[in-house]
């Protein structure tokens, strides 16, 4: 048991502060994120600083009771946790010594203090008693509720000692910003982690309608936030009964209608981010927080304590209600009874409180929900709240066993399958996710409404069907208009339903009713993410700068990270990639804080995508292999697969085929055994990407890839893998293939409202229209392509939508326009810090330059593509129609210098290339200069029949431009030919 040093006293050492108590820890005055168990290990160890404490000991602590379990592993696991919590090296330990097989010693000199400053006698290691000042600190004050800075200490994890082999990444914010963070739900007090789900609002009178209702319910019903009860007693095995009481209560007091339930999850962000622990330190001023923050008019405080022997074990209940607005205390009931009739005594309390607050007592079918929302078994009781505690903690891994225990003893409960079914999600264990969800359904019937509801929602969501889930989202919103949650499902459901519109207009709804600041911050994320499927980067930056501020005003440390997060994938989108990583940078350490290291994991494969973009391939194996290192720690399997399928473009670059290979088949290992079919389906187009070269393998990878897809209804990404099919068709020259390809692509990317994407159809079908000879339509569709990027700001598309509307400018004879334009994308590059573009965009800009009879500047123009083409081929795989376009531009130079037997070589050299890679449209283009420079040169039968050849060909495949030109070339020399053989000509050279 603690000794009398426990309570009310604070540890400190080196730069952090423990209370023993409350079991906070802070770190230069900042709270730092330690769970329960690694901080009940702390405070063992600081009883008795410099002396041995056993394993057998600490198991006996942590798990009182139990039998059976894989202590060893579980305590080692509480062990490292405290280590990275103290950011301590246990080949070097400074806090935490090891000795190996025989316990755990706090080795660090420490002291001991009040709460109220006043130094106590403290142990050191050696065993003597010091009296001297403690250094200073800034510790916890209620009074000073708020006033903590806004900064925050990330949690320090070992260092890397060498790379990893396996690496991360995704491949831009085109496959959407929906599939970054997932959604949080609610059953009772746990979180459900969704992909989310799709459809609209009925009509204009369903939105008013909601928006009356809103409006009425969040003004005429209460609402009510039940914190986690104290443990008395303080016997670690009932310490469950916190989370446990708690939900019952915030469920009985939300049944009916008379009052709204603040989310359990809120409610343990808000008490961790703000460093309280027990309920006893609720202030006046705490309540106005919670008032305004959480928008909660009434605050529910309670304890339990245990007294008498295991077989004849009694227990108390006491339950406060406050008013948030004015502080005061209302009212207290409470109830005892026996241990066992633990429910009983809750039912019992939620009946006087129901009664005191004036509202209806609950009917008969009522009741029964209530009796659904915990497991009747008291063991499945305890690993069902546990399991619950440990998602709210970002601890999907412990939470997934402890709800298979829950589910093993009462597999009749529903919220265990669902709960489970949430666990297995945040770990990406999807096939385990949708079974869960099935269970969970099946056993859904006595659940209350909205509970019953959510249920259901989750179900349609891990089974695709994002029609169904959007109708539950809607009744539910329509029914429990008043929390904000259910606004925001809905909305994330219409935007993956492909009705990204319809969600800014739910959200625009959702805003005008009144929440508190943390709802409203929510709210502004939620439309932050839905901006940015419809490529609106910058509201999607206003948005999450709106709920950055508000969030830091609450201190939710959690909420500003999110906002960092969108607001960084915002300016990324705009081309600030700096700013992006610094606040993602801030980001990371947010959630480190926290203990969120799946989103620390999502974080850095972010960072390495920039690294990627920006050309710096050691910056992005670094975050990459973070990105690995850390997903498999903690078993996110999701995450890891898109780490490894990530590192793999990076090897594939710079250690070969067979290794980027390797890895997409490890990320697709995972993805299989798992059954997340959304994820190997991305992996399949990653593995098409680098084989890109290869078309037959990477046109049967995209369909794959297409085929799961479509499997899962992601019409963004079925949208992508067409727009992948319609490159490969152009790039082959089967222009008609292309053309079918990128209008259906047009038409999702249009019903998903991605305008960047569609901004990129446009591009690609005015590029098939060129080769088509129908300069018109190009010149209309590059044009509109220009228009909808431009707004966008995304600038590395904006410029090689501007490349392609030079090449337009350029076959149509306007050669001015045309340089200005590739001008003007060259320096768009340039601005992007992207070489390769810089060089390609020059490249095309030399064959307008030589049009124009410049010459030297064409030369010029060249030189700067073959400076990129050295340097790049140093570390990377330099492949691509830009390769071939080089030769052609080339051999056209040596021919306008008369250096016809060079340029012939040169030609002949593009038409090889184009043949290699098989690319039939380029090969047109070669096939055409080598004509034009043959008929320049000695051999001008042989030109005018490859021409004549080419001109039929081009014809029948549908290049119009080539046939036109090919014709226009021969006429040029019939005429030239007729001329030279005229009577008066032929006399002269007789």
Same mark, same amino acid.
């Given at each position: 048991?603690?000794?009398?040093?426990?309570?009310?006293?604070?540890?400190?050492?080196?730069a952090?502060?423990?209370?023993?108590?409350?079991l906070?820890?802070?770190?230069?005055?900042?709270?730092?994120?330690?769970?329960?168990?690694p901080a009940?290990?702390?405070?063992?160890?600081?009883?008795?600083?410099?002396?041995?404490?056993?394993?057998?000991?600490?198991?006996?602590?942590?798990?009182p009771?139990?039998?059976?379990?894989?202590?060893?592993?579980?305590?080692?696991?509480?062990?490292?946790?405290?280590?990275?919590?103290?950011?301590?090296?246990?080949?070097?330990?400074?806090?935490?010594?090891?000795?190996?097989?025989?316990?755990y010693?706090f080795?660090?000199?420490?002291?001991?203090?009040s709460?109220?400053g006043?130094?106590?006698?403290?142990?050191?290691?050696?065993?003597?008693?010091?009296?001297?000042?403690?250094?200073?600190?800034?510790?916890?004050?209620?009074?000073?509720?708020?006033?903590?800075?806004?900064?925050?200490?990330?949690?320090?994890?070992?260092g890397?000692?060498?790379?990893?082999?396996?690496?991360?990444?995704?491949?831009?914010?085109?496959?959407?910003?929906?599939?970054?963070?997932?959604?949080?739900?609610?059953?009772?007090?746990?979180?459900?982690?969704?992909?989310?789900?799709?459809?609209?609002?009925?009509?204009?009178?369903f939105?008013?309608?909601?928006?009356?209702?809103?409006?009425?319910?969040?003004?005429?019903?209460?609402?009510v936030?039940?914190?986690?009860?104290?443990?008395?007693?303080g016997?670690?095995?009932?310490?469950?009964?916190?989370?446990?009481?708690?939900?019952?209560?915030?469920?009985?007091?939300?049944?009916?209608?008379?009052?709204?339930?603040?989310?359990?999850?809120?409610?343990?962000?808000?008490?961790?981010?703000?460093?309280?622990?027990?309920?006893?330190?609720?202030?006046p001023?705490l309540?106005?927080?919670?008032?305004?923050?959480?928008?909660?008019?009434?605050?529910?405080?309670?304890?339990?304590?245990?007294?008498?022997?295991?077989?004849?074990?009694?227990?108390?209940?006491?339950?406060?209600?406050?008013?948030?607005r004015?502080?005061?205390?209302?009212?207290?009931?409470?109830?005892?009874?026996?241990?066992?009739?633990?429910?009983?005594?809750?039912?019992?309390?939620?009946?006087?409180?129901?009664?005191?607050?004036?509202?209806?007592?609950?009917?008969?079918?009522?009741?029964?929900?209530?009796?659904?929302?915990?497991?009747?078994?008291?063991?499945?009781?305890?690993?069902?709240?546990?399991?619950?505690?440990?998602?709210?903690?970002?601890?999907?891994?412990?939470?997934?066993?402890?709800?298979?225990?829950?589910?093993?003893?009462?597999?009749?409960?529903?919220?265990?399958? !669902?709960?489970? %079914?949430? *666990?297995?999600?945040m770990?990406?264990?999807?096939?385990?996710?949708?079974? =869960? &969800?099935?269970? @969970? +359904?099946?056993?859904?019937?006595?659940?209350?409404?909205?509970?019953?509801?959510?249920?259901?929602?989750?179900?349609?969501?891990?089974?695709?069907?994002?029609?169904?889930?959007?109708?539950?989202?809607?009744?539910?919103?329509?029914?429990?208009?008043?929390?904000?949650?259910?606004?925001?499902?809905?909305?994330?459901?219409?935007?993956?339903?492909?009705?990204?519109?319809?969600?800014?207009?739910?959200?625009a709804?959702?805003?005008?009713?009144?929440?508190?600041?943390?709802?409203?911050?929510?709210?502004?994320?939620?439309?932050?993410a839905?901006?940015?499927?419809?490529?609106?980067?910058?509201?999607?930056?206003?948005?999450?700068?709106?709920?950055?501020?508000? !969030?830091?005003? %609450?201190? *939710?440390?959690?909420?500003?990270?999110?906002?960092e997060?969108?607001?960084? =994938? &915002?300016?990324? @989108? +705009?081309?600030?990639?700096?700013?992006?990583?610094?606040?993602?940078?801030?980001?990371?350490?947010?959630?480190?804080?926290?203990?969120?290291?799946?989103?620390?994991?999502?974080?850095?494969?972010?960072?390495?995508?920039?690294?990627?973009?920006?050309?710096?391939?050691?910056?992005?194996?670094?975050?990459?292999?973070d990105?690995?290192?850390?997903?498999?720690?903690?078993?996110?399997?999701?995450?890891?697969?898109?780490?490894?399928?990530?590192?793999?473009?990076?090897?594939m670059?710079?250690?070969?085929?067979?290794?980027?290979?390797?890895?997409?088949n490890?990320?697709?290992?995972?993805?299989?055994?798992?059954?997340?079919?959304?994820?190997?389906?991305?992996?399949?187009?990653?593995m098409?990407?680098?084989?890109?070269?290869?078309?037959?393998?990477?046109?049967?990878?995209?369909?794959?890839?297409?085929?799961?897809?479509?499997?899962?209804?992601?019409?963004?990404?079925?949208?992508?893998?067409?727009?992948?099919?319609?490159?490969?068709?152009?790039?082959?020259?089967?222009?008609?293939?292309?053309?079918?390809?990128?209008?259906?692509?047009?038409?999702?990317?249009?019903?998903?409202?991605?305008?960047n994407?569609?901004?990129?159809?446009?591009?690609?079908?005015?590029?098939?229209?060129?080769?088509?000879g129908?300069?018109?339509?190009?010149?209309?569709l590059?044009?509109?392509?220009?228009?909808?990027?431009?707004?966008?700001?995304?600038?590395?598309?904006?410029?090689?939508?501007?490349?392609?509307?030079?090449?337009?400018?350029?076959?149509?004879?306007?050669?001015?326009?045309?340089?200005a334009?590739?001008?003007?994308?060259?320096?768009?590059?340039?601005?992007?810090?992207?070489?390769?573009?810089?060089?390609?965009?020059?490249?095309?800009?030399?064959?307008v330059?030589?049009?124009?009879?410049?010459?030297?500047?064409?030369?010029?123009a060249?030189?700067?593509?073959?400076?990129?083409?050295?340097?790049?081929?140093?570390?990377?795989?330099?492949?691509?129609?830009?390769?071939?376009?080089?030769?052609?531009v080339?051999?056209?130079?040596?021919?306008?210098?008369?250096?016809?037997?060079?340029?012939?070589?040169?030609?002949?050299?593009?038409?090889?290339?184009?043949?290699?890679?098989?690319?039939?449209?380029?090969?047109?283009?070669?096939?055409?200069?080598?004509?034009?420079?043959?008929?320049?040169?000695?051999?001008?039968?042989?030109?005018?029949?490859?021409?004549?050849?080419?001109?039929?060909?081009?014809?029948?495949?549908?290049?119009?431009?080539?046939g036109?030109?090919?014709?226009?070339?021969?006429?040029?020399?019939?005429?030239?030919?007729?001329?030279?053989?005229?009577?008066?000509?032929?006399?002269?050279?007789?």
């Amino acid at each position: 048991m603690r000794s009398t040093r426990q309570g009310e006293r604070l540890a400190l050492w080196s730069a952090f502060e423990f209370d023993l108590g409350t079991l906070g820890l802070r770190k230069h005055g900042i709270r730092l994120r330690l769970e329960q168990k690694p901080a009940q290990v702390l405070a063992r160890l600081l009883e008795e600083p410099g002396q041995l404490v056993g394993r057998d000991e600490l198991v006996d602590l942590l798990w009182p009771g139990e039998q059976h379990g894989d202590f060893d592993q579980r305590l080692n696991k509480a062990i490292h946790k405290l280590r990275c919590g103290l950011g301590d090296d246990p080949g070097d330990p400074r806090f935490v010594q090891t000795l190996s097989g025989y316990g755990y010693r706090f080795i660090a000199e420490v002291e001991f203090v009040s709460r109220n400053g006043r130094s106590v006698p403290a142990l050191v290691p050696n065993g003597t008693v010091r009296h001297d000042s403690p250094p200073h600190s800034r510790r916890f004050d209620p009074s000073a509720e708020g006033k903590e800075p806004d900064t925050y200490a990330p949690e320090h994890s070992p260092g890397r000692t060498g790379t990893h082999p396996h690496h991360a990444g995704m491949r831009t914010s085109l496959e959407g910003a929906w599939a970054r963070a997932p959604i949080s739900l609610h059953l009772g007090g746990q979180k459900f982690w969704t992909i989310a789900a799709g459809l609209a609002i009925a009509a204009a009178l369903f939105t008013t309608w909601i928006l009356h209702k809103t409006k009425q319910w969040a003004g005429g019903r209460r609402s009510v936030a039940v914190l986690r009860f104290t443990n008395l007693s303080g016997n670690p095995a009932d310490q469950w009964l916190s989370t446990a009481l708690s939900n019952w209560l915030s469920s009985e007091l939300a049944a009916g209608s008379g009052l709204r339930a603040i989310s359990q999850e809120q409610i343990a962000q808000f008490w961790s981010e703000h460093g309280l622990s027990d309920p006893d330190q609720v202030s006046p001023s705490l309540l106005g927080r919670m008032n305004h923050d959480l928008g909660s008019d009434l605050v529910l405080t309670g304890s339990y304590a245990t007294s008498g022997t295991d077989g004849q074990s009694r227990i108390r209940v006491d339950v406060q209600m406050h008013d948030a607005r004015s502080g005061q205390l209302l009212f207290v009931v409470s109830a005892s009874g026996s241990r066992t009739e633990i429910f009983d005594l809750a039912s019992s309390a939620g009946v006087q409180l129901r009664r005191k607050l004036g509202l209806d007592a609950l009917d008969s079918s009522n009741l029964v929900s209530m009796r659904a929302i915990l497991p009747t078994n008291p063991d499945a009781a305890r690993f069902y709240a546990e399991g619950t505690e440990e998602i709210e903690r970002y601890d999907p891994v412990d939470a997934r066993v402890l709800l298979e225990r829950a589910v093993a003893l009462e597999p009749e409960h529903a919220l265990t399958h !669902a709960a489970l %079914s949430t *666990a297995n999600t945040m770990l990406g264990f999807s096939e385990d996710a949708r079974t =869960e &969800a099935k269970s @969970a +359904l099946a056993l859904s019937a006595s659940l209350p409404t909205e509970q019953r509801l959510l249920v259901q929602g989750q179900f349609d969501e891990a089974n695709y069907e994002w029609d169904k889930a959007v109708e539950v989202y809607s009744r539910l919103f329509q029914l429990f208009p008043d929390n904000v949650e259910n606004g925001i499902r809905l909305a994330h459901a219409q935007t993956l339903a492909g009705k990204p519109l319809v969600a800014l207009d739910t959200i625009a709804l959702i805003h005008q009713a009144p929440f508190g600041s943390d709802d409203e911050a929510r709210i502004d994320l939620a439309e932050a993410a839905a901006a940015a499927s419809v490529s609106d980067f910058r509201r999607q930056r206003n948005a999450a700068v709106r709920a950055a501020e508000l !969030a830091r005003t %609450s201190q *939710a440390t959690e909420l500003v990270a999110r906002a960092e997060e969108e607001q960084g =994938e &915002a300016l990324r @989108a +705009l081309g600030s990639v700096a700013e992006a990583m610094t606040l993602w940078k801030d980001a990371q350490t947010r959630y480190t804080a926290i203990g969120d290291r799946s989103a620390v994991a999502r974080l850095l494969i972010d960072q390495g995508r920039v690294h990627w973009e920006q050309g710096d391939p050691e910056g992005a194996e670094d975050s990459y292999t973070d990105a690995v290192l850390m997903s498999e720690k903690i078993g996110d399997e999701a995450n890891h697969g898109r780490a490894l399928a990530a590192l793999a473009q990076v090897r594939m670059y710079y250690v070969g085929w067979a290794e980027g290979e390797k890895l997409c088949n490890q990320a697709l290992s995972i993805f299989r055994r798992t059954g997340n079919k959304e994820e190997e389906a991305y992996t399949l187009s990653l593995m098409a990407d680098i084989l890109f070269t290869h078309h037959a393998q990477a046109i049967s990878l995209y369909q794959q890839s297409l085929q799961l897809s479509r499997e899962v209804n992601d019409r963004s990404r079925i949208a992508g893998r067409l727009m992948d099919l319609g490159i490969e068709a152009t790039v082959q020259g089967k222009l008609s293939s292309a053309d079918n390809y990128l209008q259906q692509s047009l038409a999702l990317f249009r019903q998903t409202g991605e305008r960047n994407r569609e901004g990129l159809q446009l591009n690609l079908l005015a590029i098939v229209r060129t080769w088509q000879g129908r300069l018109e339509e190009a010149d209309s569709l590059s044009a509109q392509a220009v228009a909808i990027l431009g707004a966008v700001g995304d600038p590395v598309p904006l410029a090689q939508s501007r490349e392609t509307r030079g090449i337009v400018q350029m076959e149509k004879a306007r050669l001015v326009d045309a340089e200005a334009t590739l001008k003007l994308a060259i320096e768009e590059h340039r601005n992007a810090n992207n070489p390769g573009g810089v060089a390609i965009a020059s490249g095309q800009l030399a064959e307008v330059l030589l049009k124009e009879g410049k010459t030297a500047e064409s030369l010029e123009a060249l030189r700067v593509y073959d400076a990129w083409l050295r340097d790049a081929s140093k570390t990377e795989l330099i492949a691509g129609e830009h390769v071939t376009q080089r030769a052609i531009v080339g051999a056209l130079l040596d021919a306008h210098g008369g250096k016809f037997e060079r340029a012939r070589n040169e030609a002949l050299t593009a038409v090889s290339q184009a043949l290699a890679a098989d690319q039939g449209s380029m090969l047109m283009k070669a096939r055409l200069a080598l004509g034009e420079i043959e008929l320049q040169g000695a051999d001008r039968a042989a030109g005018r029949r490859d021409l004549n050849s080419l001109a039929a060909k081009a014809e029948s495949t549908g290049f119009g431009l080539i046939g036109r030109a090919a014709q226009q070339t021969i006429a040029a020399y019939d005429q030239n030919s007729a001329h030279a053989s005229s009577p008066i000509e032929a006399s002269g050279r007789n």
